[in-house]
């Protein structure tokens, strides 16, 4: 993370036209990105047989700042480290989305908190313009479709499973310290149901494996529902055209 600002500024002080191309070639001196050379070799080409016009537009930059699962087992160490990474980002970035929910309250006030930061903050949110509850109410939809799913369980404690939490849920428990979330004889005795989100992004297979092992761990049973990727779909465009419209007019 302590690198980006200087990729950026060689982008912006680079002779070339495309940006894109530009990150490529420098990420490319991290031994990480060494291993998918062929991968962003394959995408510059295909970047330098755009026509005339695209070449000349200057691309938008989306930097991915991921942070560790374990933050979720306490809401005060989660909404520290987000509060710095986001001090950290403004000093390079036009926009920040947020791709968190409020998190069991822990980020309610993050709005207001920045208001007076040099980039624009965007948030995930419903249709109604909310800010949703967590990523659960993300793959639900929304926090009136989350809302609606918890009271039609009629007092049956369930889990909600995205992909990612299927696939990341031993990791979470080592890293929980044996936090409730995680405690075998708390989740036997309050949660009866896992609740598996599908979407179209999932590999179903391992998806499948996944919450089945979860399932036989706690001793629950599977019911299975649709999720939907359109709030994460369109708060990510809407931040990006808002970034790109304001770069504009400046």
């Known amino acids: 993370m302590d690198k980006v600002p200087i990729f950026l500024k060689e982008v912006n002080n680079s002779v070339y036209n495309s940006a894109s191309v530009n990150i490529l070639k420098l990420l490319l001196k991290l031994p990480f990105f060494e291993k998918i050379s062929h991968h962003i070799r394959k995408k510059s080409k295909e970047n330098n047989k755009e026509n005339n016009n695209e070449k000349n537009k200057e691309k938008p930059i989306v930097v991915v700042n ?6 979720h087992a306490d809401c005060e160490l989660l909404r520290s480290e987000i509060y710095q990474h986001i001090k950290k980002m403004a000093a ?4 920040i989305l947020i791709f968190y929910g409020n998190c069991g309250h822990s980020l309610r006030n993050t709005e207001d908190e920045f208001k007076d930061l040099p980039c624009s903050l965007y948030f995930l949110k419903d249709e109604k313009g909310e800010i949703v509850d967590d990523c659960i109410s993300v793959a639900l939809g ?24 299927a696939s990341s849920w031993k990791q979470m428990r080592k890293e929980s310290n044996n936090t409730s979330d995680f405690n075998d004889n708390f989740l036997k005795k309050h949660y009866k149901k896992v609740v598996k989100i599908n979407n179209e992004i999932s590999l179903e297979n391992e998806f499948d494996k996944n919450v ?3 399932a036989r761990t706690f001793d ?3 019911t299975e529902m649709e ?5 994460a779909s369109r708060s990510y465009l809407n931040a990006k055209n808002s970034v790109c419209k304001r770069a504009l007019s400046d």
């Open 220 to 222: 629950m049973s599977i």
């Open 66 to 71: 991921t942070l560790k699962l374990g933050l």
């Open 227 to 231: 999720g939907s990727m359109e709030i």
């Open 142 to 165: 929304g926090n009136d479709n989350y809302a609606e799913v918890m009271q039609g369980g009629n007092g049956t404690g369930m889990i909600y499973l995205t992909p990612m939490w």
């Open 92 to 95: 390079f970035s036009d926009g």
């Open 212 to 214: 089945l092992n979860y």
